[in-house]
Structure formats: structure tokens, C-alpha cells
């Protein structure tokens, strides 16, 4: 099992939408979600600073394939289009993301 953290801003005028939308996801887009082998996915929200940081553990044995095939699902990429335009990336993000990713450097079980 891979643990995996990201970060992304959310836009203020955006912020309750995207609230709305996280409180009725889409029932296809999660059954992608457990199919491409994530589980125990959460968003967190810090305000004032409109930060989401997520969290999920991936459970499968190829992740890069995982999220190729997340990636092509039709109703996944809908569901992004009405996402995206809330969120606002980091300036720091590695070259090819959305959300950055993030090192962990605590873990206690």
C-alpha cells in the first residue's frame, strides 16, 4: 500500500461550488476511484489560505496504469471539467501536475 498526500488552491469565488460539489460526487466518479484501486480518499479544506490537501491510499500494484485508466474514464474526465476550473494549482507543482504532490515525512500506525 502507497500513502499519497497533494496539494492544490482553491479559488474564493469558487470555494462554496466546490464545497457543493464534494458534498454529491458523482457515483460513476467514485466507482472509478475504488476500480483504479484507491481507498480511504479525503479532501481537507484550510481557510483562509484555500488550500485542499488530499489524501488517499493506493492499493494496487501499478499506479502510473491506475491513473492512465482514471484518466480515460469519459465521466471522470466530466467530473474534472466541472472541478478544475475551482481549483487554482500551486506555482511550485513538478512539471505535469494538477494537484502537487507532497513528500511525506511522518508516519505513525
Same mark, same amino acid.
Given at each position: 500500500?502507497? /500513502?499519497? #498526500?497533494?496539494?492544490? #488552491?482553491? /479559488?474564493?469565488?469558487?470555494?462554496?461550488?466546490?464545497? /457543493?460539489?464534494?458534498?454529491?460526487?458523482?457515483?460513476?466518479?467514485?466507482?472509478?476511484?475504488? $476500480? !483504479?484501486?484507491?481507498k480511504n480518499y479525503s479532501i481537507?479544506?484550510?481557510?483562509?489560505?484555500?488550500l485542499l490537501f488530499s489524501f @488517499?491510499?493506493?492499493? #494496487?500494484?501499478?499506479?502510473?496504469?491506475?491513473?492512465?485508466k482514471m484518466a480515460a474514464d469519459?465521466?471522470?474526465? =466530466?467530473?474534472? $471539467?466541472? !472541478?478544475?476550473? !475551482?481549483?487554482?494549482?500551486?506555482?511550485? /507543482?513538478?512539471? #505535469? =501536475?494538477?494537484? $502537487?504532490?507532497?513528500? =511525506?515525512?511522518? @508516519?505513525?500506525?
Amino acid at each position: 500500500m502507497q /500513502r499519497i #498526500g497533494m496539494v492544490i #488552491g482553491v /479559488r474564493p469565488e469558487k470555494l462554496e461550488e466546490y464545497k /457543493r460539489l464534494h458534498a454529491a460526487v458523482w457515483p460513476e466518479v467514485l466507482a472509478v476511484i475504488s $476500480a !483504479c484501486n484507491i481507498k480511504n480518499y479525503s479532501i481537507f479544506l484550510k481557510e483562509p489560505e484555500n488550500l485542499l490537501f488530499s489524501f @488517499f491510499e493506493y492499493h #494496487g500494484t501499478d499506479y502510473q496504469a491506475d491513473m492512465a485508466k482514471m484518466a480515460a474514464d469519459p465521466k471522470t474526465q =466530466e467530473w474534472w $471539467a466541472v !472541478c478544475m476550473p !475551482c481549483q487554482q494549482p500551486l506555482d511550485s /507543482r513538478k512539471d #505535469g =501536475e494538477w494537484w $502537487a504532490s507532497m513528500e =511525506e515525512v511522518f @508516519f505513525h500506525a
